[in-house]
Every structure is written in structure tokens, then in C-alpha cells.
């Protein structure tokens, strides 16, 4: 099946995760494609998260300037168009691009104005969650709830928790998510990624999100899945990650067939296009050749993708009707 033409809605997807060959060359000059493959793209087996996480580090070290955080976000939007995206949730940390000198607010400006532009040129609709991270102290967390607050009704539609799960306890940020969920930010969380259900159990108690980031080990816990399907808590899936960081041994053994047979509210995800050298064609190809995926399956993943979109209604409804038509 050709998925490149397919309209698709992408909601796990990290900015600083995602720099292209293209982009990373002509900000770093003399970059060589082997060095490219070696610092940016992850092996197919990590070790674990943290190892996967490395990566990253190569990406925001070369945002750190307006212009660099400008030509990273309009490569991602290029990258979308090619992919068939037509509404995407980019998500980053702001306190990850101070290195130079810009303020935290100063970088959301950017990108804002940069994805602004994006929307433009390239016909993709996007919107921006910022990032706190596991390894952030308490003032760390809330400074980036109380941007989130401060940048209510721009591109910016909510907040996240993201970085290494199995080795920060979540304490740090329950201020910061109270914080979210007192003024009405929409929050997704990372949880059920390096460690098991109960990681997303005491996420969904202590930040109430709406969705979930990755949470495919929610599989190991029946109770759970009853819980997110109730309670309509949907599940930012990413496959080939999975498998990358060592979740789960091989695609064949991933869950995501088994979540979505149970009814679960779930989306596919590429969350990181680089460090997992990936697009969504790629993961609907995998989810096809592995499982027998078929059109109506990634209909009804990107319909669930907008139904839990942090969009806003008007803008949801019109992509609706863009997936309506095209899955006709």
C-alpha cells in the first residue's frame, strides 16, 4: 500500500530529535555524512533510554542560536510535507537552548515565529508542547509550566514531561504539573516507556495528563488498560523507538496490534525522525508487513491522533474532514 500519499497526524515528535543530514551540515560545516550517522542516528539496539538519549544531545547543541532553531524547525516542516503530514504536534525544552544566551521565552518566540512560517510554506498544520525533563529540578519544572501559561493561545497548545524515566523519580514535578492543571494546560506525559505500568499508574495520579507518551508497557497490566480505555487516555505510540531502546526485543513482539484489538485509544508516532532514522511511511510499511495493518487501521489512528489533539476545535474539525476524505 502506498502510505506516502496518506494524510497523516503525527503527535509524539521531538524537534531537537529530527535534524536532518541537510540541516545539521550547513550548521556545522564540514560535517561528513559518517559523522552525521555516528553522533545523530541511534544503532537499532540501544542498550536502554539512556543510550538512546545521547543522540539528542548532538541536536540541541546545534540550536542555540535564533537562526539555528529557525532552520531546524522549517527542516522539520520539510520533512513533514514529504511524509504526507498535514497536522503535527512538535514538542522541545526551551531551557535546552540557553547555551548562547537566548532566554527560555526568547526561544519559544523563535520557534513559534519559525513554525508560523513552517504552516506557510509548506501547507502543514503544527502546533508546539514544551518540554519538561526528568532530570530538571523542581524551579526548573515549573519555569517551564509557568512559559507554557505564558504563551496560552499562540502555537503553543501544551506541556510534557519527557527524558530519562527509569532514572528520575517523578517528585521533582508535581508542582509543575499542579501548576499545568490549576490554569488549564493540556499535558501529555512520558510514562510505560523504560519502566512498566507502574510509571504510568503514578503519572496519571500525580499530573493527570491527557495522553500518554509511549505507555505501550501499559500491555503488562489488564487493570491499567481498562483504566486508559475508560477514561479515554490516549497512547502516543512510537514503534521502531520501542524496539530501539530495548522495550521491547522485535517489532513482531510489540504490543501495538494487541492495544489496538483491545480498543485502545492509540496513535503512531515516529518521536524521534533522526535519532531512530524514521518517518511515518516507514512505521505504517513496518506495521503492514508485521501485522497485517490495512488502511482502516491507520484511519482510525489518526482519527483518535486529532480527536486527542491539544489543537484547537476549529482547526481539529477541518483536519477531520481532511482524514474523512482521503480514507474515504
Known amino acids: 500500500m502506498g502510505y506516502q ?7 509524539h515528535l521531538h524537534l531537537d530529535c529530527s535534524l536532518s543530514y541537510e540541516v545539521a551540515s550547513t550548521i556545522k560545516p564540514g560535517m561528513t555524512r559518517e559523522d552525521y550517522e555516528e553522533n545523530f542516528i541511534a544503532p537499532p539496539k540501544c542498550t536502554d533510554l539512556a543510550d538512546y538519549l545521547t543522540r539528542a544531545i548532538k541536536g540541541f547543541e546545534l540550536m ?13 516542516f520539510k520533512q513533514l510535507k514529504a511524509d504526507g503530514v498535514i497536522y503535527a504536534e512538535i514538542r522541545f525544552a526551551p531551557l535546552l537552548h540557553t547555551g548562547l544566551g537566548l532566554s527560555p521565552e526568547e526561544v519559544v518566540e523563535t520557534v513559534i515565529r519559525a513554525s508560523q512560517e513552517g504552516i506557510e510554506r509548506f501547507g502543514v498544520e503544527a502546533r508546539l508542547i514544551l518540554c519538561t525533563l526528568r532530570r530538571f529540578n523542581e524551579e526548573q519544572s515549573l519555569q517551564t509550566a509557568r512559559i507554557v501559561n505564558e504563551f496560552k493561545g499562540t502555537l503553543v497548545v501544551g ?23 490549576k490554569n488549564g494546560i493540556k499535558c501529555t506525559a512520558h510514562a510505560g516507556e523504560a519502566c ?3 510509571s504510568v499508574w503514578e503519572t496519571i495520579k500525580h499530573f493527570h495528563p491527557l495522553r500518554i507518551g509511549h505507555g505501550a508497557r501499559s500491555i503488562e497490566d489488564e487493570d491499567l488498560l481498562q483504566f486508559l480505555k475508560k477514561h ?7 514503534p521502531t523507538s520501542n524496539i530501539q531502546v530495548n522495550v521491547f526485543d522485535q517489532i513482531e513482539n510489540h504490543p501495538v496490534d ?3 484489538r483491545k480498543g485502545l485509544s492509540i496513535s503512531i508516532n515516529t518521536d524521534a525522525r533522526t535519532i531512530s532514522d524514521t518517518t511515518l511511511v516507514n512505521e505504517y510499511s513496518k506495521l503492514e508487513a508485521n501485522f497485517g495493518w490495512t488502511s482502516a487501521h491507520f484511519k482510525y489512528c489518526n482519527m483518535e491522533a486529532i480527536e486527542h489533539a491539544f489543537a484547537p476545535q476549529e482547526l481539529k474539525d477541518k483536519i477531520r474532514l481532511k482524514l474523512l476524505e482521503a480514507y474515504r
Open 232 to 238: 479515554k487516555l490516549h497512547l502516543e505510540i512510537c
Open 196 to 198: 512498566g505500568p507502574h
Open 258 to 260: 494487541l492495544l489496538y
Open 64 to 76: 542555540q542560536t535564533r537562526e539555528q532553531l529557525r532552520m531546524v524547525t522549517l527542516d522539520l
Open 159 to 181: 506541556m510534557d514531561i519527557a527524558g530519562d524515566e527509569a532514572g528520575y523519580p517523578i517528585d521533582a514535578h508535581r508542582k509543575a504539573f499542579a501548576f499545568a492543571n
Open 5 to 11: 500519499t496518506l494524510p497523516k497526524i503525527e503527535l
